[in-house]
Nanobody, 115 residues
Framework: QVQLVESGGGLVQAGGALRLACKVSGSFFRINVMGWHRQAPGKQRELVATFNPDGSSTYADSVKGRFTISRVNAANTVYLQMESLKPEDTAVYYC?????????WGQGTQVTVSS
């Protein structure tokens, strides 16, 4: 079992920055994919950034160059640094972890970017 708790969301003006954190507990060593997704009102959940099994990172085209995913293994925490935020980044952001074929999700944290 894996438990994920997100933090760091909030309201920010366009052009601003936020850092999201995802604290992982449980079978951290069994996770083979981990990352961030988001869901805006009326839209499907989409991948934002993820660590792949080979250690590489994948980013959605819409956030490349603005968002950075990182992790501190000793703290069992994954971060998403978001820069140059745009109103279209407004969404609930979810931390995700995959163990074999099972996906685990956090409760989500709201990010609102005002114009």
């Amino acid at each position: 079992q894996v438990q994920l708790v997100e933090s760091g969301g909030g309201l920010v003006q366009a052009g601003g920055a936020l850092r999201l954190a995802c604290k992982v507990s449980g079978s951290f060593f069994r996770i083979n994919v981990m990352g961030w997704h988001r869901q805006a009102p009326g839209k499907q959940r989409e991948l934002v950034a993820t660590f792949n099994p080979d250690g590489s990172s994948t980013y959605a085209d819409s956030v490349k160059g603005r968002f950075t995913i990182s992790r501190v293994n000793a703290a069992n925490t994954v971060y998403l640094q978001m820069e140059s935020l745009k109103p279209e980044d407004t969404a609930v952001y979810y931390c995700n972890a995959r163990v074999l074929v099972t996906d685990y999700w956090g409760q989500g944290t709201q990010v609102t970017v005002s114009s």
